[in-house]
C-alpha cells in the first residue's frame, strides 16, 4: 500500500512569508501528527491531528497550525516565517495515534524548508 | 516531564565492527520505548520496538532490551555493514495521551 506522502518535497521562503506542507497519511489511517527536525533541537513535536480534531500540541508559537480534512490528509501552515523556521518537517501517521505503545508510526520523507 | 537521552555521534566504525548506541529515558508512567532509523534523504522508519520492561525487541540483526532497572534501551548490532549508515533516534512514548518523544539521534557511519 501506498506510504505517507508528504508535499512538496522541497520549498524556499522568504522571511514574513507563509507557507503550506501537505501530508496524505497512509490510506485508513486517522492520526496525523507533525514534527520539525533541525540539527541543533532535533525532533520537535507540533501537534497531532486525529478525526479532524487537533489531539495534543507541542510547545511551538501560534503561527504555527494546521488542520486535518475528512480524507484524513492534513495540512499545517506556518505564517510570518521567521529564519529559525528552516527545518526537515515530518509527517507521521498512524491508525490510532502514536503513542498507545501497540501502533506504529509511518513518517514521510519530509518537507525541507529553507527560509532566506 | 518525559525524555530521551542519546549518545552523541557521529559514530565511526569498520565494516563487521560491534555496535552499541546508548540510550536512557525518562518518563512518568510505563513507556514503549522504540529504536528508528532514518537513512539519508528519507523519513523515519520504525526498526524495533519494545513495550515492557525486560523485553527484547530486534529486527534486521539489531537488538535492544528494555532495562527498567537503568531506564535504558541500548541498541546493538554484532556486524554492522555500509549500509546501516544511517541516523539513529532513541524513542518512547506513555500510553494515554502523549507524543513519541525523540532523542537527538545519532549518526552512524560505517566504512569498508
Known amino acids: 500500500k501506498a506510504g505517507v506522502t508528504q508535499t512538496p518535497r522541497y520549498l524556499i521562503k522568504t522571511r514574513g512569508q507563509q507557507v503550506t506542507l501537505s501530508c496524505s497519511p497512509i490510506?485508513?489511517?486517522?492520526?496525523v501528527s507533525w514534527y520539525q527536525q533541525t540539527p541543533g533541537q532535533g525532533l520537535q513535536f507540533l501537534f497531532e491531528y486525529f478525526s479532524e480534531t487537533q489531539r495534543n500540541k507541542g510547545n511551538f508559537p501560534g503561527r504555527f497550525s494546521g488542520r486535518q480534512f475528512s480524507n484524513s490528509r492534513s495540512e499545517m501552515n506556518v505564517s510570518t516565517l521567521e529564519l529559525g523556521d528552516s527545518a526537515l518537517y515530518l509527517c507521521a501517521s498512524s491508525f490510532e495515534g502514536i503513542w498507545t505503545g501497540n501502533t506504529e508510526a509511518f513518517f514521510g520523507q519530509g518537507t525541507r524548508l529553507t527560509v532566506v | 516531564g518525559n525524555s530521551v537521552t542519546q549518545m552523541e555521534g557521529p559514530v565511526t566504525l569498520s565494516e563487521e565492527a560491534f555496535l552499541t548506541i546508548n540510550c536512557t529515558y525518562t518518563?512518568?508512567?510505563?513507556?514503549?520505548l522504540f529504536w528508528y532509523v532514518q537513512y539519508p534523504g528519507e523519513g523515519l522508519q520504525l526498526l524495533l520496538k519494545a513495550t515492557k520492561a525486560d523485553d527484547k525487541g530486534s529486527n534486521k540483526g539489531f537488538e535492544a532490551t528494555y532495562r527498567k532497572e537503568t531506564t535504558s534501551f541500548h541498541l546493538e548490532k554484532g556486524s554492522v555493514q555500509v549500509s546501516d549508515s544511517a541516523v539513529y533516534f532513541c524513542a518512547l512514548s506513555v500510553s494515554g495521551n502523549t507524543p513519541l518523544v525523540f532523542g537527538k539521534g545519532t549518526r552512524l557511519s560505517v566504512i569498508a
Open positions: 518518563a512518568t508512567g510505563y513507556p514503549s
Open positions: 490510506s485508513g489511517h486517522r492520526s
